[in-house]
C-alpha cells in the first residue's frame, strides 16, 4: 500500500474508533508519560504559562524552541476564547516529533498529529516540509479533555471543530474547501450528514461539519457549541430557532456571499498529502 493511501485509512480508523465509542487510546493511556520515558528520544524541553513543550536535541523543532513555546501559548488563548472558555486547568504538554513514523512509535499509527487528553497531551509533527497542527489537537484536548464526550448524536462535532479551530488546509480555508464540495454535488444534506457522518470520510465529512460549526459558531456564539456538543440534535430548533433545514439553507446562502465563486480546491492534493 501507498504511503498516500496507507496516511488516509490511518486517519480514517482513528476518526473511526473516536465517533462510534467516544473513548479511545487517547483517554485510557498516558502517552506522554510513556514517551518521555522512552530513553531513543532525547527530549529538550520549556515551559511557560501551563505549558511545557517537548523537543528531541538537534531536531528542527529544537532549534526553533522559543518560537513553538510562543506559538504554543498563543494558541492556547485562541482555542479558549474560539470555544468561550475563559481557563483550562490541566497543564498541557506538547511533543513535537519529526516524522510520522516516530508518531507511530509512540501513538501507533502514522498520522501527523494526535490528542492524548486523558494526560493533556498533545503530539505533533514539525519538520522544514511540514507545518505542526498544535490547535487542532490542542482543541480536542480541551473539548474531550474539558467538555467530555459529546452526545451520540453530535461525534461528527469531534472533528469538525478542531478542523473549524485550526481555520486552514494548505493555501484554503474551511469554508472554501467546503463550498467546493457543495458546488461540485459532493455533499448531502445536512440531516443525512447528521445520521450519519462518517459515509463522507475524514476530508469531505470534515470539512462539512467544520463548515456548519463555524457558521453556528458565527451566528449564535461559541457557547451554542459547547450546548450542541453535550445536548445532541434532538433539541436543534430549540437551541437555533431553526431546524436542520433551514440552518442548512442559511448555511449555503452564507458560503455563497464569502466564497469567491472562481475557487478551485485541489482535494486531490490534500487527499494524498493532508493539510500540512
Not at 175 to 188: F, K, N, R, V
Not at 208 to 223: D, K, L, M, N, P
Request: aromatic content about 10%; proline content about 2%.
Amino acid at each position: 500500500m501507498k504511503r498516500a493511501a496507507l496516511f488516509r485509512v490511518s486517519l480514517l480508523v482513528m476518526l473511526l474508533i473516536i465517533v462510534t465509542s467516544g473513548i479511545s487510546a487517547q483517554e485510557k493511556d498516558d502517552l506522554v508519560q510513556s514517551a518521555l520515558e522512552d530513553t531513543t528520544f532525547n527530549w529538550a524541553s520549556s515551559e511557560s504559562r501551563g505549558v511545557r513543550i517537548y523537543c528531541q536535541r538537534g531536531s528542527f523543532a529544537e532549534k526553533h524552541r522559543s518560537m513553538l513555546l510562543r506559538s504554543v501559548t498563543t494558541a492556547v488563548d485562541e482555542v479558549l476564547e474560539y470555544l468561550g472558555e475563559s481557563r483550562y486547568d490541566k497543564p498541557l504538554n506538547v511533543l513535537y516529533l519529526e516524522s510520522r513514523e516516530e508518531m507511530e512509535r509512540i501513538v501507533g499509527q502514522p498520522v501527523s498529529g494526535f490528542a492524548n487528553w486523558g494526560a493533556s497531551g498533545v503530539f505533533v509533527v514539525f519538520n522544514p516540509e511540514w507545518r505542526s497542527f498544535e490547535k487542532h489537537e490542542i482543541t480536542h484536548v480541551f473539548t474531550m479533555g474539558g467538555w467530555g464526550a459529546p452526545d451520540t448524536t453530535s461525534r461528527w462535532m469531534v472533528e469538525g471543530i478542531a478542523i473549524h479551530s485550526d481555520g486552514w488546509c494548505r493555501e484554503y480555508t474551511v469554508d472554501e474547501i467546503a463550498y467546493h464540495l457543495l458546488s461540485q454535488g459532493q455533499l448531502p444534506s445536512l440531516q443525512e450528514f447528521f445520521d450519519d457522518s462518517t459515509a463522507l470520510g475524514e476530508i469531505r465529512g470534515g470539512f462539512y461539519g467544520a463548515s456548519v460549526i463555524g457558521f453556528i459558531r458565527h451566528t449564535h456564539g461559541a457557547e451554542a457549541l459547547h450546548d450542541l456538543w453535550l445536548n445532541g440534535i434532538g433539541d436543534f430548533k430549540e437551541m437555533f430557532g431553526s431546524d436542520v433545514k433551514e440552518i442548512e439553507n442559511l448555511w449555503k446562502n452564507y458560503l455563497k456571499l464569502k466564497v469567491k465563486k472562481e475557487i478551485k480546491v485541489d482535494l486531490e492534493t490534500i487527499e494524498d498529502l493532508g493539510c500540512g
